[in-house]
């Protein structure tokens, strides 16, 4: 569905990614494992494109969204494109940006109703399905202020779901949040998992990656450095790296 081939972003002084091949399949569920600063958040930002790559290609269903030459000339690449492969991915970060001065159900309607321009019922009422699914429903009418992290960061990826995006990406969504809560948000991304929802899990949460994913990805210093089943990465690894990462996480 997704397929990203050698993509390299650039920032002033250091290279985010390097050449990186990263492709996902209609209703699977990868993790994203690795150390910080590997390039995990700026692979999940250049496949919403909130980061324009450098250089690479970006195909979505079929579709080639971006393509640049080695040269890199993606910064020419026009908004409009931008905004569509954007609205085809729902995005959930560790700080959940929800707006504060809305209750739930509007924080979840907003993109829907001012940007897919849909009508205001229709809404309001795949909003409340969306509060159902993520155990929310009481809370329609609270504002996001009185919540609990666990809450907003579940309300975060209700408002996600809202676009009906193609993709949902997850970037590292309970590491702001107190260990004995991570269960509550982790509960409701297995649940979208198991509906086959097609995601991306930037985490810290390996028991959960073993868990839920399809497909495990170590990432290092800008590089996909291995990947493959939960059993293959966590039991089996092959490299130095990925070995010495997973001891540092016990
Ligand atoms: P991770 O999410 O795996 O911790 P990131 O993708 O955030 O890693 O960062 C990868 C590298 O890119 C790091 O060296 C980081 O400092 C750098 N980087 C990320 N965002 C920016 C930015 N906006 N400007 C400059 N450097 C950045
Ligand atoms: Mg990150």
């Known amino acids: 569905m997704l397929e990203m081939k050698q993509i390299v972003k650039d920032f002033a002084n250091c290279r985010a990614l390097d050449h990186v091949d990263f492709s996902i399949a209609k209703g699977e569920t990868v993790a994203i494992i690795g150390p910080s600063g590997s390039g995990k958040s700026t692979l999940l930002r250049c496949v919403n494109c909130l980061n324009r790559i450098t250089s690479g290609t970006i195909t979505l269903n079929g579709e080639t969204f971006v393509d640049t030459p080695e040269s890199g000339k993606a910064e020419y690449i026009p908004d409009k494109e931008l905004r569509r492969i954007c609205a085809e991915t729902g995005m959930v970060f560790q700080h959940f940006n929800l707006f504060p001065h809305m209750t739930c159900l509007q924080n979840i309607c907003y993109a829907p109703i001012k940007v897919k321009k849909e009508d205001k019922k229709k809404a309001?009422?795949?909003?409340?399905?969306?509060?159902?699914?993520?155990?929310?429903?009481?809370?329609?009418?609270?504002?996001?202020?009185?919540?609990?992290?666990?809450?907003?960061?579940?309300?975060?990826?209700?408002?996600?779901?809202?676009?009906?995006?193609?993709?949902?990406?997850?970037?590292?969504?309970?590491?702001?949040?107190?260990?004995?809560?991570?269960?509550?948000?982790?509960?409701?991304?297995?649940?979208?998992?198991?509906?086959?929802?097609?995601?991306?899990?930037?985490?810290?949460?390996?028991?959960?990656?073993?868990?839920?994913?399809?497909?495990?990805?170590?990432?290092?210093?800008?590089?996909?450095?291995?990947?493959?089943?939960?059993?293959?990465?966590?039991?089996?690894?092959?490299?130095?790296?990925?070995?010495?990462?997973?001891?540092?996480?016990?």
Do not use: C, W
């Open 124 to 250: 309001e009422a795949r909003g409340h399905d969306l509060l159902k699914l993520v155990g929310l429903e009481t809370k329609a009418g609270v504002y996001t202020a009185q919540l609990s992290g666990g809450q907003k960061q579940r309300i975060a990826i209700a408002r996600g779901l809202a676009m009906n995006p193609e993709i949902m990406l997850f970037d590292e969504p309970t590491s702001a949040l107190d260990p004995e809560i991570t269960g509550e948000v982790l509960n409701v991304i297995k649940k979208l998992a198991e509906e086959r929802i097609t995601m991306v899990v930037v985490t810290h949460e390996m028991g959960f990656a073993r868990e839920v994913a399809d497909r495990v990805v170590f990432m290092d210093q800008g590089k996909i450095v291995e990947q493959g089943t939960p059993e293959e990465i966590f039991k089996n690894p092959k490299s130095e790296r990925l070995k010495d990462f997973l001891s540092s996480m016990l």
